[in-house]
DNA sequence: TTGAAAGCGGTACCAA
DNA sequence: TTGGTACCGCTTTCAA
């Protein structure tokens, strides 16, 4: 069942049929009518190839996502079902491309036979082959965390240092004076991912100008790698009264761990986070934290790198998010 | 950048460059050579949409995912990442559609404007919507998890009611009388969500073979959801010597609770469960699990859909997955 | 207000 | 071994 088809069945010309899908011309109620009940009554749908070869656009947008064997952990993947929901709600599709490492086919494909409108490359690193590939063929595309070229494409990304600093801040302000700092794992840090950069350095700014001890620790994404960090730490620095991380999958762990030390929450040791509501809220006790707004984000995402397809003159845009801390509880004014 | 330009460029028509392209005719190895050093020197690569067209398909494959707000446990994100890279393996890509609820337009583009070759469907219900959808339709598509309509279509799937009543074997075997089930949660079980109810109905199947005591609940995906479970199940049944549970996104709040309530694993209290492998590693302590193997079943059911669409005529294929128990240390005798 | 026809960028058949 | 050309199904300009 094809346009032309419609068309003669309704005694019109393929070219008014197309009108009347697309409302581009005045066309005669009459008609109008016409045509749309041969539509209805075939349960016509005009093809999105055709469509899409002829209007040039394919109104699909590219989502790079990390291939598996990397750490992708649930809640980055929850990006993933909320950029598809984002897109969704606007009649975009959302097309997959696991890139990253070796397979780099799929991505090529993408962009090389044009495939999509745009793409949101998420997981994004500070030297990132695919964000200077899309900049230097003039691709429109948004990233979900910046990269170390960040004036040279659009993005959003949460302020991991903005956070970690109001996170140093408040814990000083309630007396601490001893705090740790828990990442995510090291070879995230080799591979220059921008959170746990940025937050790291944070820290270790935010401990020089307050004047307080700790340590940082890189971490497993997982409770066994949190109950060897907590170890580790409070082995080092038995007078820790606050534990700060951006791992959420270690965050369970880390509550776990503290009470086998027999450390309780928030009397003996304070725990804040930079997390999923989600993640926060279930482990036991939940964990004061700033929420990785990931449905907000992935919205945002979606309508910037519309927005750049329709209008590539305008200026790139930057978004940077700092969702406040939410007092679960898990904070309290140091042991002395 | 188009073919037409190509074959200017060489000197040859647009149908030697196609040809030369896909092999699908002899070309002399010098104009093939000359051709090639111009799509090469010019970083041609043919449209995708105008090729689809052309040809018929899209080499795209549909992955309709459940919307946010349902449950997306990570082990069902795992599947999208594991799909989208065998996918990629086949050069196909994935075209996600978030669907289910109140959202079907994303779903209805990808089949009614052929946007997609064939469709993966995953959370599957017993009484599909989609599933019965396409099966009118007589459009190539696999799910993941099988339907009420299970001979109607192709699919992949877990078998729940075997591992459940494969673990009761193993556990009655090893002296166990008093045996706890710990399901999905209860709206899951409302929606006929298969593996919920076949692996309920296997429990309490093997419970009245095996004559064992012992009660099944239903369980919020998440530690604290685990925790009031276990708190029930331990007021009601103080006697109970095992737990079986296929709520991976319980089983971490599963063993804090059984520690909290001073019950050592796997002296007091055995615990066995079909999760992922990384879940039942990660918790503290490990346990004894069958793999929800979602790379291999991703895998399987691309291969199965890819042969749906070259061979529609062939016989539906029903893939039924067992894998094994994988001793962990969680499973010991029953305490007397 | 409507129709005719030239694209969009490929594929593949029919000739040469 | 190669070229010419009629599609694929839709959009949009130009004419009527």
């Given amino acids: 069942m094809n346009i ?11 070219s008014t049929v197309s009108y009347v899908l697309s409302g581009k011309r005045q066309v005669t109620e009459v008609t109008r009518l016409r045509v749309m009940s041969v539509i209805d009554e075939a349960g016509y749908r005009p093809s999105a190839m055709a469509r899409a070869l002829a209007h040039g656009e394919t109104r699909t947008l590219g989502l790079v996502i990390p291939p598996l064997h990397h750490h992708l952990s649930s809640e980055q993947l929850q990006f993933v079902g909320a950029v598809a929901e984002a897109a969704a709600d606007r009649d ?12 780099e086919e799929a991505f090529d494909r993408l962009v090389g036979e044009r495939k999509v409108d745009g793409i949101l490359l998420m997981e994004t690193r500070w030297h990132d082959r695919r964000a200077r590939l899309l900049t ?17 494409h659009a993005w959003v990304d949460l302020d991991y240092s903005g956070l970690v600093a109001e996170s140093m801040r408040q814990l000083f302000a ?7 700092f828990i990442n995510r794992p090291q070879e995230m840090l080799d591979q220059e991912y921008g959170p746990a950069l940025r937050s790291l350095e944070a820290f270790e ?6 004047g307080v001890d700790g340590l940082a620790r890189c971490c497993e994404d997982s409770a066994s790698g949190a109950h060897s960090v907590i170890d580790d730490i409070l082995e080092v620095v038995p007078a820790v009264t ?27 040791v304070s725990v804040m986070a930079i997390a999923s509501v989600r993640v926060a809220t ?11 707004p990931a449905e907000q984000m992935s919205q945002q995402a979606v309508d910037a790198l519309l927005r750049r397809i329709s209008d590539p003159g305008t200026a790139l845009e930057h978004l940077l998010l700092s969702p406040s801390f939410l007092d679960r509880g898990s904070v309290g004014p140091a042991r002395r």
Avoid: K
């Fill in 4 to 14: 032309r088809e419609i068309a003669e069945r309704a005694g019109v010309s393929r």
């Fill in 92 to 103: 975009y599709d959302i097309l997959l491309s696991p890139s990253g490492g070796d397979r």
């Fill in 136 to 152: 230097e063929m003039g691709f429109p595309f948004v990233t979900i965390g910046r990269t170390g070229a960040e004036r040279e």
């Fill in 174 to 180: 309630l007396g601490h004076r001893n705090i740790a």
């Fill in 205 to 210: 700014n935010a401990r020089t100008r307050l």
């Fill in 242 to 268: 606050a534990v700060l991380t951006i791992n959420e999958q270690a965050l369970g762990g880390v509550m776990e761990a503290l009470q086998r030390h027999g450390r309780r929450v928030p009397q003996d």
């Fill in 282 to 292: 279930q482990v036991q006790p939940a964990v004061t934290a700033a929420d990785v």
